[in-house]
């Protein structure tokens, strides 16, 4: 067939395509004469036959119902996991592709130049890296209770999972409990559709040093035998959380607790912490350590500096820094993990860092009003990035170094490319792997005021 026939396919239609890249995000890329069709599941080198799921003017997005010829960088996976679609692809080429993906949304999107672009860090565990899962109830074919992942492309089924091979075997073990447990007392799973059924949920954490788990069952409204569920399932602390919200989230809800204790232990940089269940915590551990030393090192602390740590969750990032800083202010939305960092600095007998809930778009005004301009501020923003307004701000703070922990080049890019119009350099960027087996990309931007 001539691909030009395939000019802007409608939705559902089948397409041959050879992919020749892979975009940020994961998918392969494909290309009909100039319109590019995104393809999940594919790998660049692959010949597959797709499905068209979004048709838009400047691209299509397709899923692949099968590899026709399968690239020749392909290896074998390793396991049946939605949360692993790089798995087909060696570590070593993983790496590369994301090393090369920094690279390109800082020149292409931030059209940055003139910085030091590190080798990527790899992560020394390529499975079972992950201290938290979210698993998802659903109803199998056969009618009974699955716990497990959404199906690829799907926001209503669910795939049961078997051993997770990105959680430790502990992590499983807890989740099969706690299904085991809902099958037997006849609970039934949420529907997406018809928002039905009781069963919506399951988050898993682990302290990976502490070795505690816990475990957290998200529902609808209704009742639970807490005293029984805690009798089946094996953990240091659990908790249930009801929730009447129509989309899929483990975020809000009134959570209890059922058993055990009310927040996780953990280790981290020399530091212990406590983990509340809705404040967040670095997903892969040991990654984490790396990222914040690499975090450490750029911000060049010779004892006398006040630094700022904006997005700052449970405090883990300026409480690592805060025996080479003057002070430590932190800001952050989650109330509970203020609270968390304000208990972590008392429990780690730091004295010099001080915590404030707030939204940084509206707060870091008042932040500089009260703690008086930064010499160096760390950021760490969710995928979205700074807003421009955000960034104004922050360029009004006027801090002497900036430290950019991004879990997104790009919007890390435009992030750089306004401050760098404002004045600031940027330096230095680090890769950092913290999730082998996906496209997910973290790294650590330097820029100075130049
Ligand atoms: C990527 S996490 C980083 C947390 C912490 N730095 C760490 O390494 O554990 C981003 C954090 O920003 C918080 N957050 C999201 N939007 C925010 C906002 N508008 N203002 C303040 N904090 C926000 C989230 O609750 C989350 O704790």
């Known amino acids: 067939m001539e691909s030009s026939t395939f000019i802007r396919p409608e939705k559902g239609a089948e397409l041959e395509l050879t992919i020749d890249a892979l975009a940020y995000g994961g998918n392969g890329v494909a290309r009909m004469e100039g319109y590019v069709v995104f393809v999940s599941g594919a790998v660049p080198g692959d010949r597959v036959r797709a499905v068209v799921t979004k048709r838009k003017k400047a691209y299509a997005e397709a899923r692949t119902r099968e590899v026709l010829e399968p690239s020749p960088e392909r290896i074998a996976p390793v396991a049946d996991h939605p949360g692993a679609p790089w798995q087909v692809l060696p570590y070593e080429r993983q790496l590369a592709v994301k090393q090369e993906q920094v690279n390109d949304a800082l020149t292409r999107i931030g059209h940055l130049d003139g910085y030091v672009l ?40 669910i795939v049961p999972i078997g051993d997770c091979l990105l959680a430790s075997e502990r992590s499983n073990v807890a989740r099969d409990q706690v299904l085991a447990w809902c099958r037997e007392q006849g609970l039934t799973a949420f529907d997406r559709r018809t928002h039905t059924g009781f069963l919506r949920n399951l988050v898993v954490r682990e302290g990976r040093r502490s070795g505690e788990l816990q475990v957290r069952l998200v529902t609808g409204p209704g009742e639970l035998d807490g005293m029984s569920l805690a009798a089946a399932v094996d953990c240091e602390g659990l908790m249930w959380t009801r929730t009447e919200a129509l989309a899929e989230t483990t975020q809000g809800g009134v959570t209890e607790i059922v058993a055990g204790n009310k927040s996780l232990q953990e280790e981290l940089c020399g530091l212990q912490f406590s983990i509340s269940p809705h404040a967040f915590f670095q997903t892969n551990t040991e990654m984490a350590e790396q990222l914040y030393a690499i975090a450490a090192q750029r911000a060049d602390l010779k004892g006398w500096e006040r630094v700022y740590d904006l997005y700052c969750g449970i405090g883990t990032v300026g ?11 932190g800001l952050e939305i989650v109330e509970q993990a203020v609270a968390d960092a304000i208990s972590n600095a008392r429990r780690n007998e730091i004295k010099n860092a001080k915590f404030f809930a707030g939204d940084v778009r509206l707060a870091l005004r008042d932040l500089v009003e009260q703690a008086s301009r930064p010499d160096v501020m760390v950021v760490d923003p969710p995928r979205a990035g700074l807003s421009q307004k955000i960034v104004r701000r922050v360029i009004e703070a006027s801090p002497r170094r900036i430290v950019y922990i991004s879990c997104n080049p790009t919007t890390l890019a435009p992030n750089a490319a306004q401050l760098v119009e404002a004045g600031y350099a940027l330096r230095r960027v680090t ?3 913290m999730f082998p087996q996906t496209p997910h990309i973290e790294c650590v931007a330097l820029l100075e005021r130049a």
């Open 118 to 157: 590190d080798d990527i860090v790899p992560a020394p565990a390529q499975w079972r890296y992950r201290n938290k899962l979210e698993y998802s109830f659903g109803t199998g074919e056969d009618g009974a209770l699955v716990c497990g992942f959404h199906a690829p492309g799907s926001w209503h089924e």
């Open 319 to 329: 409480l690592s820094l805060a025996a080479r800083a003057g002070e430590v202010w």
């Open 431 to 433: 890769p950092v792997d």
